[in-house]
């Protein structure tokens, strides 16, 4: 399971999970009615005919709880429906109980999440949406950032597919601390959603309650259900996702828009030699791109984004197989994710969104979360919105109900929905914008010149640098710091109740500074085992040739012979081409060299950028990770560099660590 990748998973009890029984027939077309009565609720049943009421019958039920304004009463009249106990919901349904309202959500199956459970895989919980959760319950926030894995304290950023060089790196951190907020993590959607329902409480939530209608009456909200019954409240929330019924019977029919993406989804155990300095990157191509990420306990996430018309489908076990080609070519730290994942863990599904609208609601009904502006998932700023939603909204219902008190009129929960409209509308309209555009940089990034231009693609051998590509890199070097500084923290100072604070945990690395300055000072952090992978069909070798640094006083020596000098460092290659000492490899610093012994037919290196140089006889050449380096010019002796993070603990962990060796 997914959530057994984080080490605080919750074990809920089954109540959360099962289907609440009233010790009372609900009949179908019947409605409930609440009414409070000191510590208890009425539920009248009412035909869907006759509407005269029943005798009710009165029965316990528990009570929500106010941290705060225990004596504010008021509050405690409001009764809420919520349609969706995703992400959204639950987080509204919290705050919303936090703050001493009655609350009742509708879900269809908590045991998945939109229909893909367990393997749809974590999520990321940003700094602003971490934030909003401890303004709405701090106990909450912590249990979820315990079960998190922190990747705002690496470098994160966007790189060149195909040679894997940085483009951009994006600090997430500093934002974060500089306006005393959580930094970002990753967790489990499957634990998220059980943190969340164990504190809203199994008897809060109906599950197997799929909301297929409602009706406002002006004064009061009823909810139809799929097996027929109907409740009544007052006031509805639309939180059942992308898909939403509540959206459809508010607005009528309108289609989401597709985003252009298929999207492949997997979880591989893989654990990269820079873990400890990487978060998460953004591969960038043309037409495709592809995002990977740590999510803790040896796994990574990553998504796969090709253009092509939505309603593709695979065969069976082709999915990882069409992977492997769309991405042919690509640096080894795409391609090393996708052969470590399982063909039963890859998901696909078409990206779609929706555009943002001026009106989220209509009288005593109003919408949140995907259900309302859905977007595409190239910020991570989804699930995040959602929570602000739940946020601001429960805030602005606190807000009438003092405002009541106050004057001593009713509550007016239509303005209070439409404030709630008006704080929400602009920042989310914003976001959603800039995940659309972050889709269309991300693939339509061009290297060079020739890229994506048929008949003139050969222009692409002469490595001329893009415009757009050096252009773009100016503008978002501009743009990203105060694009960062307003997505994590621009909401911050709307967060009542919480003290601007990071925790003492959320530490990022004192190298952090320099790897942004330095992409040398990053790739020495890495921390893995160097080979040297035969590569090519004609290639005398056939096994993977181990580079130890810590042989930083004993050089490895390349020959076509034993030579008794160097007993732990003789590297043997029998080819026609390599010489008796053809060259000798050195490690220093993290990083390893490369001389020629002034052999015959040479040594040659090909970084990553596809540029072939002759090794010197004079001067040491650094090679580097996905580097190609030739031992003579007749393709006989070609080797891949590859650094491979932790060494593999079991037999199907070594499997996928060898089929990432051979797979050159």
Not at 193 to 207: C, D, M, P, S, T
Not at 376 to 402: F, R, T, W
Not at 575 to 595: E, N, P, T
Request: aromatic share 10%.
């Amino acid at each position: 399971m997914v959530s057994s990748m984080f080490y605080n998973s919750v074990n809920l009890s089954t109540a959360v999970f099962s289907r609440t029984h009233f010790p009372v027939p609900v009949y179908k077309h019947s409605c409930i009615e609440f009414s409070r009565y000191d510590h208890c609720i009425n539920y009248k049943f009412r035909t869907g005919t006759s509407g005269q009421s029943k005798n009710p019958t009165q029965m316990k039920a528990a009570v929500a709880e106010s941290p705060t304004n225990n004596s504010d009463s008021e509050n405690k009249k409001l009764r809420i429906l919520v349609a969706g106990g995703g992400i959204g919901g639950l987080v509204f349904a919290l705050a919303a109980k936090r703050k001493g309202f009655e609350v009742l959500v509708f879900e269809k199956d908590m045991s998945a999440i939109r229909g893909e459970g367990q393997y749809r895989g974590p999520i990321q919980i940003q700094s602003n949406a971490l934030a909003a959760l401890e303004a709405i319950d701090l106990d909450v926030a912590e249990e979820v950032m315990r079960a998190g894995c922190v990747t705002g304290d690496r470098i994160n950023g966007l790189v060149d597919g195909i040679s894997g060089s940085w483009y951009i790196k994006f600090d997430t951190f500093t934002p974060a601390a500089e306006k005393g907020l959580p930094v970002t993590r990753v967790i489990s959607r499957m634990t998220l959603q059980q943190i969340l329902a164990k504190a809203v409480g199994g008897e809060i939530i109906l599950n197997e309650s799929n909301v297929i209608d409602f009706k406002d009456h002006g004064d009061k909200v009823s909810v139809v259900l799929e097996n027929g019954q109907c409740y009544a409240g007052d006031l509805l929330i639309g939180a059942d996702g992308i898909w939403s019924k509540v959206r459809k019977n508010l607005f009528g029919p309108q289609e989401a828009i597709y985003s252009g993406y298929t999207c492949y989804t997997g979880i591989a155990d893989f654990v990269p030699a820079d873990i400890e300095s990487v978060g998460y990157r953004v591969f960038l191509g043309h037409k495709q791109y592809f995002v990977s990420s740590d999510v803790g306990a040896g796994k990574m996430q990553w998504y796969a984004f090709h253009k092509e018309p939505a309603g593709g489908v695979d065969g069976p076990e082709g999915k990882k197989e069409r992977l492997l080609k769309i991405f042919e070519g690509w640096c080894d730290n795409v391609v090393d994710l996708i052969l470590a994942t399982n063909e039963v863990a890859i998901l696909r599904r078409d990206i779609y969104d929706r555009t943002p609208i001026f009106t989220w609601g209509r009288g005593r009904v109003t919408l949140l979360g995907d259900s309302v502006h859905a977007m595409q998932p190239n910020l991570g700023q989804g699930g995040c919105m959602a929570i602000e939603d739940g946020y601001q909204l429960a805030v602005e219902l606190e807000k009438a109900c003092k405002k009541s008190n106050e004057s001593k009129t009713p509550i007016d929960i239509v303005s209070a929905l439409k404030s709630y409209e008006r704080a929400r509308r602009l920042r989310v309209a914003v976001i959603h914008g800039l995940a659309r555009s972050a889709a269309v940089m991300a693939s339509t990034y061009k290297a060079y010149l020739g890229v994506g231009l048929g008949p003139l693609s050969f222009l692409t051998k002469f490595r001329i640098p893009h415009p757009g590509r050096v252009g773009g890199r100016f503008f978002i070097d501009l743009a990203m710091p105060l694009m960062l500084s307003w997505v994590l923290g621009g909401n911050s100072s709307k967060l009542e109740g919480r003290s601007p604070c990071c925790k003492l945990s959320d530490k990022a690395s004192d190298n952090l500074r320099t790897w942004f300055r330095d992409d040398d000072a990053l790739e020495r952090a890495m921390n893995g085992e160097w080979f040297l992978v035969p590569s090519g069909s004609e290639n005398v070798v056939s096994q993977p040739i181990y580079l130890s640094g810590s042989h930083e006083n004993e050089p490895y020596l390349i020959g076509s012979e034993s030579h008794e000098d160097f007993p732990r460092t003789s590297i043997v290659i029998p080819s026609a081409q390599v010489s008796k000492m053809h060259a000798r490899i050195s490690y220093k610093d993290g990083a390893f060299y490369l001389i020629d012994l002034q052999s015959e037919h040479g040594t040659y290196v090909t970084d990553n950028e596809g540029r072939r140089y002759r090794v010197s006889s004079n001067f040491p050449a650094r090679f580097r990770p996905s580097d190609t380096i030739e031992f003579g010019s007749d393709k006989k002796a070609i080797f891949r560099v590859k650094v491979i993070g932790t060494p593999p603990n079991n037999n199907s962990e070594r499997k996928e660590a060898g089929e990432i060796l051979q797979a050159v």
